[in-house]
C-alpha cells in the first residue's frame, strides 16, 4: 500500500535535547511538507520541499531544521532553540506541479517536552 | 497575510440533519480551493476539491463564490460519522504552498 509514515506516534523529550522526527512516503511524490498543529489553531507551516537537495522555510521555520537527500524521506528535527515545541506534528506529500496539489497527510507525531 | 477564517463552532445538529459552512480567504488570486476533514487526534484528510462549477461527492457540496471570496460545504442526511473538524484549505497560483483554516467543528447526536 502507497502512503505516508511518520514516526514515532508519541515522542517524549527533555528541554534542551534535539529530536528528529521521521517521515517517509512511497506515493513518488515530489513534493513533501512539515507542519505544526497546536490545540485550537490551524496547520501552519514549518518547511517544504519541491525537490530532491532543495527546501524552503515556511512560516515557523525558527528552531527548526530539515534535509531532503532522499526523495522518500524529509526528516524534521526540532532543535533546543524551538522555544515552545510541545505539538502534533505532520508531514505531508503531494505530486509537483498538478494544479490542484493536494497534499496527503501522513499520521503525526505528538512531541512532548517535558 | 493571507488568511482563511472559518467560523469555529461546534456546530451540534441532529442525525438526518443538513447543515452548511462557510470560509471567506483573503488573496482574491488564490486557485485551488480543499475541504479537509480531521477527525480528533487524527491527520486530516482530503473530503474533496472545489471547482468554480461547483462539486457534489454524495452527500457533500462544495460550492466556490469568487465574487465575496468565500467557499461553502453543504452536508446532506447527516451522520454520526460525520462529526468531525472540517478544514478549508486555499491554494494560491503555481507551486504556492497551501494556506489552512483553524476549521468547523460539527458534532451529530442521535
Known amino acids: 500500500d502507497g502512503g505516508i509514515t511518520q514516526s514515532p506516534k508519541y515522542l517524549f523529550r527533555k528541554e534542551g535535547q534535539n529530536v528528529t522526527l521521521s517521515c517517509e512516503q512511497n506515493l513518488n511524490h515530489d513534493a513533501m511538507y512539515w507542519y505544526r498543529q497546536d490545540p485550537g489553531q490551524g496547520l501552519r507551516l514549518i518547511y517544504y520541499s519541491q525537490i530532491v537537495n532543495d527546501f524552503q522555510k515556511g512560516d515557523i521555520a525558527e528552531g527548526y531544521s530539515v534535509s531532503r537527500e532522499k526523495k522518500e524521506s524529509f526528516p524534521l528535527t526540532v532543535t533546543s532553540a524551538q522555544k515552545n515545541p510541545t505539538a502534533f506534528y505532520l508531514c505531508a506529500s503531494s505530486i509537483r506541479g498538478k494544479r490542484g496539489d493536494e497534499q496527503f497527510f501522513g499520521p503525526g507525531t505528538r512531541l512532548t517536552v517535558l | 497575510r493571507k488568511e482563511v477564517e472559518q467560523d469555529p463552532g461546534p456546530f451540534n445538529v441532529p442525525e438526518g440533519a443538513t447543515v452548511a459552512f462557510n470560509c471567506t480567504y483573503s488573496?482574491?488570486?488564490?486557485?485551488?480551493f480543499f475541504w479537509y476533514r480531521q477527525d480528533c487526534r487524527k491527520e486530516p484528510k482530503l473530503l474533496m476539491s472545489?471547482?468554480?462549477s461547483g462539486n457534489e461527492d454524495g452527500r457533500f457540496t462544495a460550492q466556490l463564490n469568487r465574487a465575496s471570496q468565500y467557499i461553502s460545504l453543504l452536508i446532506r442526511d447527516s451522520k454520526l460519522s460525520d462529526s468531525a473538524t472540517y478544514l478549508c484549505?486555499?491554494?494560491?497560483?503555481?507551486?504556492?504552498?497551501?494556506?489552512f483554516g483553524k476549521g468547523t467543528m460539527l458534532l451529530v447526536s442521535p
Open positions: 472545489v471547482y468554480s
Open positions: 488573496n482574491s488570486a488564490s486557485q485551488s
Open positions: 484549505v486555499v491554494k494560491d497560483s503555481g507551486y504556492s504552498t497551501l494556506t
